[in-house]
């Protein structure tokens, strides 16, 4: 788990909040990428990478109700995710291997933060992405093949 970076709100703020038992995978990547627009470069994959990876871990680790909020913090070039269940375990990363393990390692590589806030009921599992990395097409052409030799 990384150190938590938690945001302080401000009128810079824009944020969503979804019940995840009624609103599907599809829409919740929808309105990362709407959120985030007109920007189309990997920092908005990279977001939408980590928010579905959150996502589905709650709804295969956890227990519902599930809750997931997006925040963008303009000022500060920041994207808050948080995914609520009621699952007793806590995300953590592993060696990936044949059973998975791979999205949490993503997530710990692509946030500047993560952790994990208990409440009574129910526990927060959040991330915070940059927005602000330099601007890579999501597609880069590939590189023209070397000429063959004697060519």
Not at 3 to 9: D, E, S
Not at 86 to 106: A, Q
């Amino acid at each position: 788990m990384r150190t938590p970076a938690w945001p302080i709100p401000s009128d810079d703020e824009q944020g969503l909040e979804f019940d995840l038992d009624v609103t599907p995978d599809w829409r919740i990547r929808d309105v990362v990428r709407t959120l985030l627009a007109p920007d189309d470069s990997v920092v908005v994959e990279d977001a939408v990478l980590v928010t579905d990876e959150m996502v589905a871990n709650a709804r295969e680790h956890a227990r519902p109700p599930w809750r997931c909020r997006l925040t963008v913090f303009a000022g500060s070039g920041r994207l808050r995710v948080e995914v609520d269940d009621s699952g007793p375990g806590d995300p953590y990363v592993r060696e990936p291997d044949l059973t998975g393990g791979r999205g949490m390692l993503l997530l710990d590589r692509l946030a500047l933060a993560w952790g994990v806030v208990h409440h009574q009921r129910f526990k927060t599992v959040w991330a915070e992405l940059p927005l602000d990395r330099p601007r890579l097409s999501p597609v880069a052409s590939a590189p023209s093949p070397d000429p063959a030799p004697g060519s």
